[in-house]
């Protein structure tokens, strides 16, 4: 499809847009004039302080024309966003779509809420997200309330704060509908000791840096993958590393994420709370059978059932489940059993993703069935209602590009459960010291939005030949401190 804009400062913009109607077509973007036919073109003029931004999309024949006009002091939005509207608005006519999140392609609506507030109050905020963005208001009110229930954990973090992450980026298999870099652990074996061995090593580095230069470690996050595809050795021996390099005494909350039942034992939860671990995942997706298997995942949903309940026998009293909504197979009828599931199991946090037709997931690349957008609205609409009615809050949020119907993700949390880490990093609240193959540190100046980001090498294989050079990278963590 031929998209046409004013300039190149409106290509991402229109071109986000438009993916959001035609999330798997590929685009020609072009600026210039509207050279007529097929396609999409977007154009800006201005007559004195008078703007005009205008549209005409023209589909399999039928063609819609959009304008609108607005004085430039009194425009809320950015130019960007005003130029989407029209695109919005005339492809909205041509295919009878509306997304729910109107003219926001971001990932953090409720970060964007956050911000407007801070400038114009709560009521404008809304009305900016309702009216000027064209958020659908149930919508614009769930972005509100986690905007709201972000606040407290926000405000116990303070400039010299930080966050560790522990990139394990091994699993047992890969999952039909996963695009992450994540490596079959069978394969990886010959790789882990020296894995586990340089992440101790980049831990203990970092951990001189943090102390250097005053630095309060709050929240620890091992993610991935899955790092329980690591054995309880291997898990203990990055858990004494975090311990003996950091200063926990003001961390409030340690996770790990244990999301695949399968790589869950007895020993290695056992390992996981000597540690000191307080919250781990334990994620099921879905608790059908039928789904978990076109999906690839190894387990039942009896072993879901099992694993946490092993978890809570050995005293783990923050779990969080994810569930998704949209899988190959699954039914709105199913996903409600599934998160009726969930909340009979009563875990601290539960997460309701929306299925993401990432390109290089199994699921897009062997074009397998996924459900409806209206299907999938339906069941996170579901879960919205359940979770709600059985005492859980929205607390942190965020939107993946290619989601079915333009759908979210949402935290969910029983009172007083919030996870920390999810709220700093999903707001980019502060630092995040990372640590492992693929993880990226990201810099906060506390006076302002800017983050600087200090990548380490995706792939193990480079992580670890290539360890001593990636290492150095992290001298930018004294740079930036010492810059602010
Ligand atoms: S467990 Fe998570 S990271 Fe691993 S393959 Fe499945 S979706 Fe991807």
């Not at 685009?27 to 154009?43: I, L």
């Not at 960007?80 to 909205?92: D, K, N, Q, T, W």
């Not at 958020?135 to 930080?162: Q, Y």
Request: with cysteine; hydrophobic share 40%.
């Amino acid at each position: 499809m031929l998209i046409i804009c004013p300039d190149p400062t409106y290509t991402y913009e229109c071109e986000k847009i438009c993916r959001v109607f035609f999330p798997t077509e590929r685009f020609e973007v072009r600026t210039g004039a509207d050279p007529g036919g097929e396609g999409v073109a977007a154009a800006i003029t201005q007559a004195g302080e008078t703007l005009t931004f205008s549209c005409r999309a023209s589909l399999g024949g039928r063609t819609a024309e959009k304008s609108e006009t607005a004085e430039a002091a009194a425009l809320r939005i950015s130019r960007e966003m005003a130029l989407a509207r029209v695109i919005l608005l005339a492809l909205g006519e041509l295919t009878g779509v509306m997304p729910p999140w109107g003219v926001l392609t971001g990932v953090r609506p409720s970060k964007l809420m956050r911000s407007l507030i801070r400038r114009h109050g709560e009521q404008t905020a809304r009305e900016i997200f309702e009216q000027d963005l064209m958020v659908r208001p149930d919508k614009a009110a769930l972005a509100l309330s986690v905007a709201k229930a972000e606040d407290a954990g926000v405000a116990l973090s303070s400039p010299a704060s930080f966050s560790l992450y522990v990139s394990i980026p091994f699993c047992p298999t890969r999952c039909a509908y996963c695009s992450f870099v994540s490596h079959s652990i069978a394969s990886a074996k010959k790789l882990i000791p020296d894995y586990v061995r340089r992440t101790a090593e980049e831990l203990a580095y970092t951990g001189a840096i943090a102390r250097e230069l005053g630095l309060r470690l709050e929240t620890v996050y091992f993610g991935g993958g899955t790092p329980t595809s690591l054995s309880a050795e291997d898990l203990t021996a990055l858990t004494d590393a975090v311990r003996s390099s950091f200063d926990l005494s003001a961390v409030r909350e340690f996770t790990v994420e244990a999301g695949r039942p399968d790589t869950v034992d007895e020993g290695k939860l056992r390992a996981l709370k000597n540690a000191g671990v307080t919250r781990i995942s334990i994620n099921p997706q879905t608790f059908n059978d039928r789904v978990l298997e076109a999906i690839g995942r190894r387990h039942t949903a009896a072993e879901t059932i099992e694993k946490f309940r092993l978890a809570r026998s050995l005293g783990f009293d923050n779990i969080n489940m994810d569930l998704i909504a949209g899988l190959t197979d699954d039914t709105p009828e199913s996903f409600r059993e599934s998160v009726s599931t969930a909340l009979a199991l009563a875990p601290e946090n539960i997460t309701v993703h929306t299925l993401a037709l990432k390109t290089a997931a199994r699921l897009v690349t062997e074009n397998a069935r996924t459900e409806s957008a209206a299907a999938t609205a339906e069941m996170v609409e579901t879960a919205n209602r359940l979770l709600s009615g059985g005492g859980y809050a929205p607390y942190y949020m965020y939107r993946q590009s290619k989601s079915l119907g333009n759908l979210e993700n949402v935290g969910w949390t029983r009172p007083g459960f919030d996870c920390l880490y999810n709220i700093y990093m999903m707001e980019e609240i502060h630092t995040v010291l990372a640590v492992g193959a693929g993880a990226v540190t990201k810099l906060k100046d506390p006076r302002s939005e800017a983050l600087t980001r200090v990548y380490n090498f995706k792939y193990p294989y480079e992580y670890i030949s290539r360890f001593d050079e990636m290492l150095a990278r992290k001298d930018e963590v004294r740079a930036f401190y010492s810059r602010i």
